[in-house]
């Protein structure tokens, strides 16, 4: 597995493994070439010093995710841990025994560069990315913008980009998901600010699919999905996803 996935991030992203210590000459660093951070680390270690009850070695690589909800939702998975010898608040360990797919190893790895790019690098690189975003109906009633346009202009989400997918999320007294939406045109130059709301600019989102009020309601998302908190854009869970998409 270390072999492939060595070949893998020196095909994929033309970055070669660097052995920096002479005391560990099996830990190999590899990082970008325009700004020289590391975005994997793979090392031979005891699985106990990643919290397993064995003295066997076994290689693993640190990655690093930025989002710290789905860092969240990959340490409950089998083979996944938090970052040995790094950050364990930005970093995780996977182990390279086979416990976690070659494929996931991979997309991992591909987080883990985009993580760690420099700014333009990582503008250009990150693919579409589901969120889920608030909407107050205290400050704008997007029930009633629905019904008279597919499009509408709405608060520019910080890190959300064109082609990422927006479920909206619909306060008191409806508080649930109504809405799917794509985005379709980003930094639109707008001030606004009442002493309550600050808008500095605008996204276009275009209505896709539409959730009925008792499907994925406050209670729901956090009962079933662990969504205990929806104040500003925010990730999915894998399951929440799932069962969004599933709806025709």
């Known amino acids: 597995m270390r072999r492939m996935i060595e070949e893998?991030?020196?095909r994929e992203y033309g970055a070669k493994a660097?052995?920096?210590?002479?005391?560990?000459?099996?830990?190999?660093?590899f990082r970008h070439g325009?700004?020289?951070?590391?975005?994997a680390v793979i090392m031979r270690v005891q699985y106990k010093k990643i919290g397993m009850y064995s003295d066997n070695y076994v290689d693993v690589i640190d990655l690093k995710i930025d989002d710290m909800f789905f860092r969240d939702t990959l340490l409950k998975e089998e083979g996944i841990y938090p970052g040995y010898h790094m950050n364990k608040v930005n970093w995780i360990t996977v182990v390279l025994d086979g416990s976690v797919d070659y494929n996931k190893v991979c997309n991992l790895i591909g987080e883990s560069y985009v993580a760690t790019a420099s700014k333009p690098k990582k503008e250009e690189m990150r693919a579409p990315k589901d969120w889920i975003i608030p909407s107050n109906p205290k400050y704008y009633d997007v029930i009633k913008a629905f019904e008279e346009a597919d499009e509408i202009n709405w608060k520019q989400g910080r890190g959300i980009k064109k082609g990422d997918?927006?479920?909206?999320?619909v306060g008191a007294p409806v508080a649930a998901i109504l809405y799917q939406c794509v985005v379709t045109e980003t930094d639109i130059p707008y001030e606004f600010n009442n002493g309550k709301l600050t808008i500095n600019s605008l996204?276009?989102?275009?209505?896709?699919?539409?959730?009925?009020g008792n499907k994925f309601t406050f209670k729901k998302l956090k009962e079933k999905y662990?969504?205990?908190?929806?104040r500003g854009p925010r990730g999915l869970t894998?399951?929440?996803?799932?069962?969004l998409e599933r709806v025709k």
């Open 8 to 10: 893998f991030i020196e």
């Open 18 to 29: 660097e052995y920096l210590w002479r005391n560990y000459p099996e830990y190999a660093v």
């Open 34 to 39: 325009d700004n020289n951070k590391w975005f």
């Open 165 to 169: 997918i927006v479920y909206l999320y």
């Open 203 to 212: 996204m276009k989102i275009k209505l896709l699919k539409t959730y009925a």
């Open 226 to 230: 662990g969504i205990l908190a929806i």
């Open 238 to 243: 894998n399951s929440l996803k799932a069962a």
